[in-house]
Every structure is written in structure tokens, then in C-alpha cells.
Nanobody, 122 residues
């Protein structure tokens, strides 16, 4: 079994920065593709950043140049560096990761974290 825990959210002024973390624990063999999702109040959850097992990254146009996704495989952790934050970035950020369990031929599943709140004041 696996648990994902997001952290690093908080209240910042527009133009400020935060670094979010997504830490995985449990019977992990490898963490494959990972996405960071943003859910603004009253809106649908939206993928904003994605990183593959080969470190290929993709970003939504709305965050390109401001957000950077990265990973530290030794720590089973994925990060989202958030710079030049805007009020529109306010909402809950969730980590979603495909994780292989136990061994190289073990099963893989998608897991969600509980989310971390980001509030950007104008």
C-alpha cells in the first residue's frame, strides 16, 4: 500500500513563491509518471504540471514559465516550485502518481494525495 502526502501550501501575496512537495511512502518499487493538479474553488480539477519517469515535463499554458515540476527519486518525492504567483492560482493542489509496487514486475496503480491549500492574495 502507498500513501501520498502533499505539503508546502500557504498564504502568499501576488508575485510570491511557494514550493509544494509530494512525498510517497509504502511498498514502492518505483514512481513513474506524476502530475500536479489545481482545483480552484467551484471549478474542475485541472492538470497544471506533469513529469515522466524519464524527467520529461509538460505544463499548462497558464502556468508555463512560473511553475516547475521536479523529482527526487531517492526521496520518493516530487516538487512543484511556484513563482510569480497570481490570485488565479488560489486553490487546492493535488499530487497524482503512478507507482509500481514491491518489485520490477509488481503491479502499478494511480494514487492521489489529500491536497494542500494555496491562497494568493491580490
Amino acid at each position: 500500500q502507498v500513501q501520498l502526502v502533499e505539503s508546502g501550501g500557504g498564504l502568499v501575496q501576488a508575485g510570491g513563491s511557494l514550493r509544494l512537495s509530494c512525498a510517497a511512502s509504502g511498498s514502492i518499487f518505483s514512481i513513474n509518471n506524476v502530475g500536479w493538479y489545481h482545483q480552484a474553488p467551484g471549478k474542475q480539477r485541472e492538470l497544471v504540471a506533469h513529469i515522466t519517469s524519464g524527467d520529461t515535463t509538460n505544463y499548462a499554458d497558464s502556468v508555463k514559465g512560473r511553475l516547475t515540476i521536479s523529482r527526487d527519486n531517492a526521496k520518493n518525492t516530487v516538487y512543484l516550485q511556484m513563482n510569480s504567483l497570481k490570485p488565479e492560482d488560489t486553490g487546492v493542489y493535488y499530487c497524482n502518481a503512478n507507482i509500481r509496487l514491491y518489485r520490477s514486475n509488481g503491479p502499478s496503480y494511480w494514487y492521489w494525495g489529500q491536497g494542500t491549500q494555496v491562497t494568493v492574495s491580490s
